[in-house]
């Protein structure tokens, strides 16, 4: 079995419209757009709605994506009934959402099943009305193909099977570019890179790939057809729909590891995390065989043995060991004349435990297209440094909640929480996901202009209420754990 799903533009997309957006007026301003994954389809669907001309080029031969499951904010959901109907419907019936229990790594139940502790249900529209979102937890072939189908009935240009291996800008002709394989160099006003990781674009920006460090730890992940699972009747018995349909996603923790489970009606997902051993790598093009996974939980003292019949009924080729990197916030997401920018995991990576990479590069979609739009043709390279200014503190803030909910999950574990708070349960504050880029981008960007001008003081107001930005390593963070210090930040992080 494979994790990539090849999805086919006239067969497997569902069938949306855009004749509810209301449309900016035409900007006059190019984009090129490099990835056609999250981050990518999203700016593409919000520059095109900010009246700007959009074109993305994709180094994979078709529309295909591998991966399990991921979580999307509700602010994301909200932006999207307000913006994009159509998209928002079809998010609410491929919506994977359900309950959540915590559990000692030997499968004892210590809490739940309960609602997942993530921001206010409610949210007010644009219009003044209130909707209850819940969370929205996705399959990401599932929700790249909704988004594809929203780029497809724009009739957004989107290359397939073209590989980038360059970047440039011409500060005085007031263009960027990229250089293809072939040799071919395709430009436009501004060039946005939303190709992860290993993006061609850090040379521009940041003179070299940004420094990772191993974290040591490791993680098992694959998600396959729910039937192969339940085929096991013990597997079956233990993992049940609650009330019929309803998933609940297990978290159990302990000896300094996880172990993560959830049944959906059509796909089983597990996750474990492991000490690394130097052979996992970032991709989804490396498997391993179960009993690599199966050597590990036999050292386990009580690990038990419906969880190794459950990995036992993982296909063969189904289990990716994803190696967990750490990397220091980057401050710089653009190149030195304003017109390559880059969004997404080529800005800003995320721990898996920080819940929040695809939320956070689609905010970065929102907010970008919005202060090209603001800006205009003629000041892309202000607009650019502005959206910058707006994102780095905010973006920070979320890797460090993130740093601090995986060294929860790493502790041992003896309840679900303690006297001072909780001690394993994840946490992402009502100040991460009650939140609108749109509308802070409207409302800021006056005043980072004016800040970048005249130095007038700017502080950042989107991240928690009462804590002031400090600069932050993962070597600082790293340094405290091993003394035995505990992880305090001032402010409401709630």
Known sequence: MSLHQV?????????????????HPPTGLSCLIVGAGVGGLTTALECRRKGHRVRVVEKSPAPSTAGDFFSIGRNIIAHFYNHWPDLAA??????????????????????????????EPTMTLNDGS?????????????????????????????????????YFEDSDRQRAGIVLESGERIEADVVIAADGIGTKSNKLVNGGDTRAYSSGISIFRTSFPVELAISDHEVRDRWPLLDGDLPCLEIWGGDNMSFFVQRYSDIMCWLMTHKGDGR??????QTVDMSEVLKITSKIRGFPEVAERLIKTTPK??????????????ENWISPGGRV????????????????????AMEDAISLATCLQIGGKSNVPIATKIHNKLRFERVSCVQLSGFMNHQKQSNPVDDADSEDGPSFKISLGNWMVMYDSE???????????????????????????????KPWTIKELLDKVERGEKLYFEGDWS
């Open 7 to 23: 999805i086919d533009l006239d067969r497997d997309l569902p069938e949306l419209s855009t004749k509810e957006v209301n449309f």
């Open 280 to 285: 996992g790598i970032e991709s989804w093009n």
């Open 341 to 360: 920018v880059q969004v997404g995991d080529s800005a800003h990576t995320f721990l898996p435990s920080s819940g929040s990479g695809a939320t956070q």
């Open 439 to 469: 509308k802070y981008t409207y409302a800021h960007y006056g005043e980072v202009l004016n800040h970048l001008f005249s130095g007038a003081p700017f502080r950042a107001k989107n991240i928690p209420r009462g804590y002031t930005y």
């Open 317 to 330: 080729d189904g289990i990716i060991d994803w190696e967990i990197m750490w990397r220091d916030p980057r």
């Open 130 to 166: 209130e909707r209850i979102i819940p969370f929205n937890r996705h399959h990401r072939p599932r929700f790249v193909a909704a988004l594809l189908a929203q780029v497809k009935d724009l009739g957004i240009d989107v290359a397939f099977g073209t590989k980038v291996t360059d």
């Open 90 to 119: 079809e998010c609410e019936r491929i919506n994977y959402s359900g309950l959540i229990a915590y559990h000692k790594i030997t499968g004892e139940r210590l809490s739940g099943p309960e609602p997942v502790p993530i921001g």
